[in-house]
């Protein structure tokens, strides 16, 4: 492998250390790990936005999660009941293979049946758009997307 090769490996596995683990609002140890979002995929979101700011918020969410994990005794381990042992945050590192917003047995957890990932992050979050939004908007503070400069730009402050 080339030293760009190296590099570019090493970028990618700092991306993917560098989480940030946010609460769901309502379901008490249920803790979602996201990881900074690369450049090119804010971008498509952008390019993509629908102006429905609730889907395009959970879309950031389903680029970003690495893992949706449950507190138990102190652990985070997989968030599905009947396979605590499919996944792991073991010395911040995620051991096994979590479920994600993409997974289909995540959907099956909250009850949507749709391929959209975006109708199971909505699933999720029901009844709580604000909370929804405000964890798109950490992603996208963590990935220095947003700063509290831009934010009183953007207000005129």
Do not use: W
């Not at 940030?20 to 952008?46: M, N, T």
């Amino acid at each position: 492998m080339t030293a760009r090769g190296v590099l570019r490996d090493r970028i990618a596995q700092a991306r993917l250390d560098d989480v940030l683990e946010v609460p769901v609002a309502g379901l008490e140890d249920v803790v979602v790990r996201y990881c900074s979002l690369p450049h090119e995929a804010v971008v498509e979101i952008q390019k993509s936005k629908n102006r429905e700011t609730l889907r395009d918020n959970a879309h950031i969410l389903v680029r970003a999660c690495v893992g949706v994990f449950e507190r138990v005794d102190g652990e985070l381990v997989s968030v599905d009941p009947d396979d605590r042992e499919a996944a792991r945050v073991k010395d911040g590192q995620v051991v096994g293979d979590p479920l994600t917003f993409t997974s289909p047995r995540f959907a099956e957890l909250v009850g949507v049946d749709s391929d959209d990932a975006t109708d199971v992050v909505m699933a999720l979050y029901d009844g709580a758009d604000g909370h929804l939004i405000s964890a798109a908007t950490a992603v996208m503070r963590h990935g220095g997307y947003i700063s509290d400069d831009m934010m009183r730009a953007l207000r005129g402050n």
